[in-house]
C-alpha cells in the first residue's frame, strides 16, 4: 500500500517507486494506492490546491486517474478498482493489479 506517497514525487521517481513495488510481488498481487486524485474535468475540487502545495514545495503533483493509470501500467500495474474514500477532499483508493512482465 502506498498512502499518500506518490504524490510526493515527479514521473520519473514514481516510475522508480512502482518499479520496485512490482519486482517485490508476485504476478496476480496487488498494489493500493491512497491519493488525492484531480478530476478529469474542470469541477471544483480541494485537490487543484493540493497540487499546487505539491507542485511549490516538493516538486511532486496530484493527478487524474488516467494520468496515473498511464504512469503505472509501464511499470506492469493494471487498473481493477477506484473506491472514493471522501468526495470533498477527492481521496481515492485505486487498487492495481500487478501483470507479469
Known amino acids: 500500500m502506498l498512502s499518500q506517497v506518490l504524490h510526493n514525487w515527479d514521473d520519473e521517481r514514481v516510475r522508480v517507486i512502482v518499479g520496485n ?3 517485490a510481488s508476485r504476478p496476480g ?3 493500493m494506492v491512497v491519493e488525492y486524485v484531480l478530476p ?7 485537490a487543484h490546491l493540493m497540487d499546487l502545495i505539491m507542485l511549490t514545495l516538493l516538486g511532486g503533483r496530484e493527478r487524474t486517474r488516467a ?9 506492469g500495474y493494471t487498473l481493477v478498482r477506484d473506491t472514493p474514500l471522501d468526495r470533498v477532499l477527492s481521496w481515492r483508493i485505486l487498487e492495481f493489479q500487478h501483470q507479469p512482465g
Open 21 to 23: 513495488c512490482h519486482r
Open 29 to 31: 498481487g496487488r498494489l
Open 40 to 46: 478529469e474535468g474542470p469541477e471544483p475540487s480541494l
Open 67 to 75: 494520468q496515473l493509470e498511464a504512469l503505472l501500467g509501464p511499470c
